[in-house]
């Protein structure tokens, strides 16, 4: 298996999420994940070169008396993006099967009959109507299928430019 700096890992998702137009904020997010997460993991250990098996070795680390807090799930998925980018090149899979997984979750809960999803900060709306309206070939055996009734965009401008 591949292995790679893990700097210049981490700079190559992060050339990623500026390509796909990730937020400053979001892409802070993550170098924040890697920094104090996986990147002084390795530090600590000494580890140079990041592969699946340090990012295991990581995770493994992640688990607070057998439950995962959410900060630990948040820096399990920064690896699982490292991972991606390593063996595919990409992250889109990873970000699109969390969206299936979640929206799977709520959709078990059974106490909802809309789901709103605001996307400002994350993502273009454009992947997150792909990957709605394509659960159904993904996960056919989803009990109920959910479905894409609309889409709004709201376009802000700025105080100086509202005159």
């Known amino acids: 298996m591949e292995e790679v700096k893990i700097l210049e890992l981490t700079e190559r ?9 990730y937020t400053r904020n979001r892409i802070t997010v993550y170098k924040s ?5 996986i990147i002084r993991y390795m530090s600590q250990k000494g580890i140079e070169s990041y592969s ?12 607070f008396h057998g439950t995962i807090r959410p900060q630990e799930r948040e820096k399990i998925r920064s690896i699982q993006v490292l991972d991606d980018m390593l063996k595919l090149g990409c992250i ?15 959709i078990e809960m059974q106490r ?32 109920c299928q959910p479905r894409l009734e609309m889409m709004i965009f709201l376009r802000t401008t700025s105080p100086s430019n509202s005159k």
């Open 13 to 21: 998702c992060i050339k990623y999420f500026q390509k796909q137009c």
């Open 33 to 37: 994940l890697w920094r104090n997460g």
């Open 52 to 63: 699946p098996s340090v990012g295991a070795e990581f995770v493994s680390t992640c688990h």
């Open 92 to 106: 889109c899979c990873t970000l699109k099967m969390d969206l299936v997984r979640q929206l799977q979750d709520i």
């Open 112 to 143: 909802f009959d809309y789901i709103v999803i605001e996307a400002s900060g994350i993502c273009e709306p454009g992947p997150i109507a792909q990957t709605i309206c394509s659960i159904p070939q993904m996960v056919p055996d989803m009990e």
